[in-house]
């Protein structure tokens, strides 16, 4: 027994020790002369998914394009898989496997969803990406249209094609804008399995979402943003006793 317990010692501490797949310390961000946030924290465990909840203007986005390097300027720390990477240019960043969907999707329009599926290129050392072939099994919508121009898809599946395109990088960390937002409910359904799916997979995902309804039942921890800054954080455990803070700053 002895000799057992030595063994699953290591392991133990191993796990103990992994690092948090994102941990953000004293971040502050800027776009000019104007100061958008202040002093974030958060921090996100492999596997997890994670929300951030607020109001429009609550700084959520910028907390995302913060971690991708994409505002005027940042103070902080961001660690992702314990990698210092505030000093960072964005394409770097996105090398250590990381996938930013804007809400914006940027879509190429000229091409087919396909093409746009091949577009981008492998990212991470490690891990080579979703093939073409999971990517249709976890996407079918996508299959049916692959020879369709960007134009031509629907809201929800440029939406689906906006996701798998990252996939198809090799980033583990995803970092998701309002993916649910103006999308019908058969889609916004199919999206809510996609996470569970990416979940079971260990992808890790930090969600900006406004439809709470969406949100609630995916992630496992939950941030609420105000005024650039983080006013409330909750295990999903917590969720129905948090309703009454929830309801007064998100009114849900």
């Not at 995302?64 to 240019?89: C, D, H």
């Not at 309002?178 to 260990?202: D, F, H, N, T, Y």
Request: aromatic letters at 4%; one cysteine or more.
């Amino acid at each position: 027994m002895e000799a057992v317990r030595q063994q699953q010692g290591p392991a133990t501490n191993k796990e103990k020790t992994m690092p948090k797949a994102l941990e953000i310390s004293g971040l502050h961000a800027w776009y000019g002369e104007s100061h958008i946030l202040h002093d974030v924290n958060l921090s996100v465990n492999q596997g997890e998914v994670v929300t951030l909840l607020g109001r429009n203007g609550a700084g959520r986005t910028t907390t995302l394009r913060a971690i991708m390097g994409l505002t005027g300027s940042r103070k902080g720390s961001i660690k992702i898989n314990g990698v210092e990477s505030i000093a960072m240019a964005t394409h770097r960043i996105a090398h250590l496997g990381v996938g930013y969907c804007p809400e914006e999707r940027g879509i190429f329009s000229s091409l087919s969803a396909e093409e746009n599926l091949l577009l981008p290129p492998q990212v991470s050392k490690n891990d080579a990406g979703m093939s073409v072939a999971e990517i249709y099994e976890m996407f079918p919508n996508l299959a049916e249209r692959r020879n369709s121009q960007g134009t031509r898809l629907s809201g929800g599946e440029q939406q689906m094609l906006a996701v798998a395109r990252i996939l198809r990088t090799g980033a583990r960390l995803l970092l998701l804008d309002e993916i649910s937002e103006g999308l019908a409910p058969v889609i916004v359904q199919a999206l809510a399995r996609m996470i569970r799916s990416l979940k079971e997979k260990g992808y890790t995902i930090v969600m900006v979402e406004q439809n709470f309804r969406f949100a609630a039942p995916l992630a496992d921890q939950f941030y609420v943003m105000e005024h650039g800054q983080i006013v409330e954080s909750f295990a999903s455990s917590e969720l129905q006793q948090k309703m009454p803070v929830l309801n007064e700053l998100l009114g849900v």
